[in-house]
């Protein structure tokens, strides 16, 4: 069993930035396939993005590729979101994910989620 508990989400104008955390309880962390997904209001919810086990290996979504960063810390248990130039289209309920395997695997959909976290742009 795994527990996801993201944050850093917020309000932000147009042009800036946010980091999301997502910090991920239980064993074997190292194991596990990382992504983020988000989920506007009246929409589905689509892939951002996804790292390896590793950190070695990532996959972005076309309509955040050159903007966000994801990144993982297997000694802290804990997967970053790093979002620059964020636009108002950006806005969402980001969730943290997680698939034992490959982030291919997570894509298709993942075994554990986060209760999510907000994330508002202005324009």
């Known amino acids: 069993q795994v527990q996801l508990l993201e944050s850093g989400g917020g309000l932000v104008q147009a042009g800036g930035s946010l980091r999301l955390s997502c910090a991920a309880s239980g064993r074997s962390f190292s194991a596990y396939a990382m992504g983020w997904f988000r989920q506007a209001p009246g929409k589905e919810r689509e892939f951002v993005a996804a790292i390896n086990w590793s950190g070695g290996a990532t996959d972005y979504a076309n309509s955040v590729k050159g903007r966000f960063t994801i990144s993982r810390d297997n000694a802290k248990n804990t997967v970053y979101l790093q979002m620059n130039s964020l636009k108002p289209e950006d806005t969402a309920n980001y969730y943290c994910?997680?698939?034992?395997?490959?982030?291919?695997?997570?894509?298709?959909?993942?075994?554990?989620w986060g209760q999510g976290t907000q994330v508002t742009v202005s324009s």
């Open positions: 994910a997680a698939a034992l395997g490959t982030r291919y695997r997570l894509k298709n959909g993942a075994d554990y």
